[in-house]
């Protein structure tokens, strides 16, 4: 996965400010979205797209473009030690990477049944690869809800959760594998509109890295 949240470097400096960092051990993540709709190949020729399959690729493209915005999160300037401060900042955090995960994987539910058993499945690789960094930061999140607003302790077991969240994002699998098992969702991917946005973002972040 190539994509990164642009937002994590900005945690982990606040969490330094925490005391909470492990001396930059955690890395940020290297993406939070797939490579990319797999390209169709000469194979996938003698089987052409049916507006079925092209239709349920456009809808599954635009889940993943879920995963290519930014979450919404507060730029904020903490001092060192400031822990109600801290406090709030992670609440924002956790909150908005709350919204940003619920948001991606409610988009991935309301996809359609797809006209192939593989494409279900992609689907479901991808709710089954978020689902479980939500719940962990829900968990970490309500944890910190539940103590004082001053229990430095519990700010800084947050921000060391929040990092396990944070690097938890560089396991992830491609959740597109097995679809080009499927010629014709390859060629409905070649053809479906949000399948080329999503191309085109990626390729274009793949030029940044390589800048």
């Known amino acids: 996965m190539k994509r990164g949240l642009i937002f994590t470097a900005g945690i982990v400096s606040i969490l330094a400010l925490a005391g909470c960092s492990d001396s930059g051990n955690t890395a940020a993540p290297a993406s939070s979205v797939p490579s990319g709709p797999p390209a169709a190949t000469s194979k996938a020729a003698d089987a052409p797209a049916s507006p079925e399959a092209t239709a349920w690729a456009n809808d599954f493209c635009g889940a993943m473009l879920t995963f290519t915005k930014q979450p919404d999160v507060p730029k904020e300037e903490v001092k060192p030690g400031d822990f109600p401060a801290l406090r709030k900042f992670f609440d924002a955090q956790a ?36 689902q479980p960094v939500l719940d962990q930061t ?65 390729k274009k972040d793949k030029g940044k890295e390589g800048a």
């Not at 919204?99 to 479901?124: H, R």
């Not at 302790?153 to 944070?166: K, N, S």
């Not at 959740?175 to 999503?198: D, H, I, R, S, V």
């Open 95 to 130: 909150s908005a990477l709350e919204s940003y995960f619920s948001g991606a994987i409610d988009a991935l539910n309301k996809v359609p049944k797809a006209p192939v058993a593989v494409g279900d499945q992609a689907k479901q690789n991808m709710i089954n690869s978020f």
């Open 138 to 202: 829900k968990a970490a999140h309500a944890k910190l809800d539940a103590a004082p607003i001053n229990d430095a302790q519990a700010i800084q077991t947050f921000g060391a959760e929040l990092q396990q969240v944070i690097a938890s994002l560089n396991n992830l699998p491609d959740p597109t594998q097995g679809l080009e098992e499927a010629p014709e969702l390859k060629n409905a991917n070649e053809q479906a509109p949000n399948c080329k946005t999503f191309e085109e973002i990626i």
